[in-house]
């Protein structure tokens, strides 16, 4: 069983930064994409950065030019660098993986147990 285990969040001031990490764990026959996901308080699940298994990596507009995605592929882990940051960043991030297991059956992804990001303003 694939498990994630996120790390990094906690309380920040408008315009510092916080980097997150993401370790998968299990039976893993390849990574399609490691994302990062966050919902803040009554707003729906919503992408923040995406990067593919060949390194391709899209970003929500809100975030663009403050946040980098990046995978550590020998440690099957994703890291989110988060500069600049703003209230409204304030949510609980998600890691998600999109992986195929050994049996090379099929894609199937996988949630972490979020992460709480605050910033204060």
């Known amino acids: 069983q694939v498990q994630l285990v996120e790390s990094g969040g906690g309380l920040v001031q408008a315009g510092g930064s916080l980097r997150l990490s993401c370790a998968a764990s299990g039976s893993i026959f390849s990574i399609n994409a490691m994302a990062w996901y966050r919902q803040g308080p009554g707003k729906q699940r919503e992408l923040v950065a995406r990067i593919t298994g060949g390194g391709s990596t899209n970003y929500a507009d809100p975030v663009k030019g403050r946040f980098t995605i990046s995978r550590a592929n020998a440690k099957n882990t994703v890291n989110l660098q988060m500069n600049s940051l703003k209230p409204e960043d304030t949510a609980v991030y998600y890691c998600?993986?999109?992986?195929?297991?050994?049996?090379?059956?099929?894609?199937?992804?996988?949630w972490g147990q979020g992460t709480l990001v605050t910033v204060s303003s």
């Open positions: 998600n993986l999109d992986y195929v297991p050994p049996d090379r059956a099929r894609s199937l992804g996988v």
